[in-house]
Structure formats: C-alpha cells, structure tokens
C-alpha cells in the first residue's frame, strides 16, 4: 500500500515483498525506477517540487531511515512495516541477480572505488553477471553517450552511485530510453562494499543511530545533512503533528429567527 508521510509518497513494503516486486519488474523487461526516501530526500523534496514529482512518479518507494518510519508511527495512518535500508537492498540484489542470472550495471563513484565493488562482489558472489560499469563523471555533452552506453549493455539491474538529487534526476529523465528494468541509486553504497566506509553496528542501525556512526566518519560533509537537514525534517513532523492533533473549530451557532406574535 502506497501512502504519504509529510509529502513524500512512500510504499509500506518489508524487504521481502521489495525484492518480490524487483522480480516482477525484471521479468516484465520494463524500465521501472526506484528511490528510498530517508530525513535528507523528505527535506529535500519539501523545498523541491520537482524532487517530489520524481519520488511520486517512481514505481517503488522504500523507506530507508527509522525516522521515517517514527514518523509513520506518530502522524498515524498505516504505520510502515520496516526500513528498508538502500544498502541492504543494494546487496540483496546481487545475491538475487548471482542466482537468477541478472545482469547487473554498476555506474557511478570513482575508478578505483567502481573497480573495488565489483571486485568484492564477483569474491563474494562469483556467478554475478556484470553488464558494464562506468564512473560517476562527465561532462554534461558526455551524458548523452553515458545513458547510450548503458542502453548498450541491456542489463537488468542498474545501481547509480551518485550524489541526490542528481541520480534521482538522471534517472527520471533517461530511464525510460536505458531500458533498464529495475533502476535504483544506491548513494554511497560503493563506498561501503569497497571499504572505504564502515556501517554502524546492527543496535545502532536498529536503534535509528547510524547517521550518528556516519557523522563521526565524515563530520563534516555530513554536519549539514545531520544537524541542519535534520531539525528542519522534525519542524516537518512537529507541524504536520500539531495540524493533526489541533482541536476542530467550535460551528458558530446560527442566529435564531424571531417568530412573529412572540
């Protein structure tokens, strides 16, 4: 069930039923987008209508961060089943595709770090089909040869690592002549599987703290994203709670005729 959590459309999936729907797609040929909303993408798409159209428009919509799924929990309505976190999905996806044969694009980050995450994934999943693989940079009169290029490699799976709005973006405007069946950014999930980023332990994962653990990592690149972004996404929820929970205006009584002889 699709529903919306402070202006964001979000899909009340579990992880199972998301790859469930990865494998529907796949097996339409259909070129299908997906997006996972966490605190950033809401604060994001609340100051960018054309974010929000893209986020409505996509055929999948995970939630990835407990504050949003808090935030379901708060503002009533269908509470959202679980996170599912891109990370998780992104590497769900590969054992997936290792088993079924998919055929897996990787495009975005650097050289070095593109060259690594497959690396590591063929180690870990050695029947992984990779289509092709391209950094993250170009100029915008390269882009046109960038979306040929995957078009060319008729994948299955395509992982965008790079940054948002922009993949959300890229996506939205070349998705539907890439082909590509499932489409998803994955952020900086390159940077995680090669190593260069470490998650936070499952308890602070469970615990809605891994943006703190991530913080730590990069204090600050990710000051804004955290402490700026952050208590502008609770002003959300705080207005959207208080807008709820306002007590309904007392009807103003109609004002009594006067019957004549009385």
């Not at 470490?198 to 653990?213: D, I, T």
Request: charged residues 20%; aromatic residues 8%; proline residues 5%.
């Amino acid at each position: 069930m699709r529903q919306n959590i402070l202006g964001c459309v979000v899909d009340n999936c579990t992880m199972a039923e998301t790859l469930d729907r990865v494998g529907e797609f796949v097996a339409s040929g259909q070129p299908h987008q997906h997006v996972v909303i966490n605190v950033d993408k809401v604060v994001k798409a609340s100051r960018d209508p054309q974010l929000a159209r893209i986020i409505e428009r996509c055929d999948l919509v995970n939630a990835d961060g407990m504050p949003v799924v808090w935030a379901s929990r708060l503002l009533g309505g269908q509470p959202l089943k679980e996170r599912v976190a891109g990370i998780d999905l992104f590497t769900e996806l590969l054992g997936r595709a290792a088993e079924k044969g998919w055929r897996v694009y990787f495009l975005g980050a650097r050289d070095a770090v593109l060259q690594e995450t497959m690396a590591r994934a063929l180690a870990k999943h050695p029947t992984l089909q990779i289509a092709g693989a391209r950094n993250g940079y170009w100029q915008p009169d390269e882009e046109d040869g960038v979306v040929q290029t995957v078009a060319d490699a008729h994948a299955d799976l395509l992982f965008v690592a790079i940054s948002s709005p922009k993949k959300e973006q890229f996506l939205a405007k070349h998705q539907a002549r890439m082909g590509v069946p499932f489409a998803m950014g994955v952020g900086g999930s390159f940077d995680v599987m090669a190593g260069l980023t470490r998650r936070a332990p499952v308890w602070m994962q469970n615990a809605g703290l891994e943006w703190f653990y991530r913080f730590l990592q990069e204090p600050r690149r990710m000051f804004r994203r955290y402490f700026v972004d952050g208590l502008a996404f609770f002003g959300l929820v705080a207005r959207a709670w208080i807008t709820q929970h306002s007590a309904p205006a007392l009807p103003v009584p109609a004002p009594q005729r006067k019957v004549a002889g009385k």
